[in-house]
């Protein structure tokens, strides 16, 4: 009798225990967002990395799953089928596919604010102006729109295009130039290949070509498709504050921030300099953002002034107004 007295005891004190134990709330699941880059980490995608690490994105209600592009185009393509919610890709593409094939994908956001590209060479070859690139051959990757920006400087320089030589050298754009292949080279960017030479100390003298007559262009803009601006709106401008958030603390940081970098590299693909890096988000940091355009903000000027241009030199067969081209989620 006692034993079945201590048992009902027991007994009780488990059963008010369990219904006095408050219930843990269940972890919510952050809605992710599937980001492309353009190329393999570096300096350049470096406040991503540091949102991601910092926070800054599920401080905003995000996940941040990053994707790496197999084929050069699938930032673009990928985004307009729905694959990636946002895409790294260039400001001409946008307006050249949208006009052409009707892609149905538009800027949210100019992650560059000036153009990266410039043609580099040797400097015992004595190119530092387009007057220069006479009677040279100059190396690309044998697109069409490289070679008709090439064209183009020409042109308004006073130059006769048909005088340059333009040799498709495939990606092999440095080592082109190195062994003397090519005179110099055009679609090398500014914080990459330019640091590297430095880091090789091969002296080598460089412009860029909206220096002589080209518009001035967004390097790199943040992509994303109709379908997807439509229905995760509020999503993308979550993303976009993020990564302004995530922009300031690596200015701020950028010593931690080629750490964090260096830490995500695709090395076996892709392996970085941590000198290299350094000087690299040394020189973007200045073209991300400069003190008439904050990071991530799109003039419709800008776009006005590179769809005449495209369609002037028969790049495009018709004009678009800009707003096909980029929309500001902020209003």
Not at 27 to 54: C, D, I, R
Not at 253 to 280: G, R, Y
Request: glycine fraction near 4%; include cysteine; charge should be negative.
């Amino acid at each position: 009798m006692k034993f079945f007295r201590y048992f009902i005891l027991l007994l009780t004190i488990l059963i008010l225990g369990a219904c006095g134990k408050k219930e843990e709330p269940a972890q919510k699941t952050l809605p992710t967002l599937n980001v492309m880059l353009e190329w393999y980490p570096n300096a350049f995608h470096s406040f991503v990395y540091v949102g991601m690490e910092k926070g800054f994105y599920k401080d905003a209600g995000l996940n941040i799953n990053i994707l790496l592009p197999s084929n050069t185009t699938d930032p673009l393509a990928l985004t307009a089928a729905g694959k990636a919610d946002v895409g790294f890709y260039y400001m001409h593409d946008v307006i050249l596919k949208r006009t052409k094939e009707n892609i149905p994908v538009k800027s949210i956001g100019a992650v560059l604010q000036k153009s990266t590209n410039v043609i580099i060479s040797p400097k015992d070859k004595n190119i530092t102006s387009p007057q220069d690139l006479a009677h040279k051959k100059i190396g690309y990757s044998g697109d069409e729109y490289t070679e008709q920006v090439v064209k183009s400087l020409a042109k308004k320089n006073n130059i006769d295009p048909n005088s340059i030589e333009m040799v498709d050298v495939g990606f092999d754009l440095l080592t082109s130039m190195i062994t003397n292949r090519v005179d110099g080279t055009i679609g090398c960017v500014v914080n990459h290949e330019v640091p590297v030479m430095e880091e090789k100390n091969i002296p080598i003298n460089y412009f860029a070509p909206t220096d002589f007559g080209l518009p001035e262009y967004y390097g790199t803009v943040f992509v994303s498709s109709d379908e997807t601006i439509k229905t995760k709106g509020p999503l993308l401008k979550k993303f976009l504050e993020a990564s302004k958030r995530a922009f300031e603390y690596t200015k701020a940081h950028p010593e931690e921030a080629v750490d964090i970098i260096l830490k995500n590299q695709q090395e076996e693909s892709f392996p970085l300099n941590k000198n290299v890096e350094t000087k690299s988000l040394e020189m973007l940091i200045p073209l991300m953002e400069t003190p008439k355009a904050p990071f991530l903000s799109e003039n419709k000027e800008v776009w006005e002034k590179n769809i005449q241009w495209l369609y002037e030199e028969n790049m495009i067969p018709k004009k678009l107004p800009p707003e096909d081209f980029f929309v500001n989620l902020e209003n």
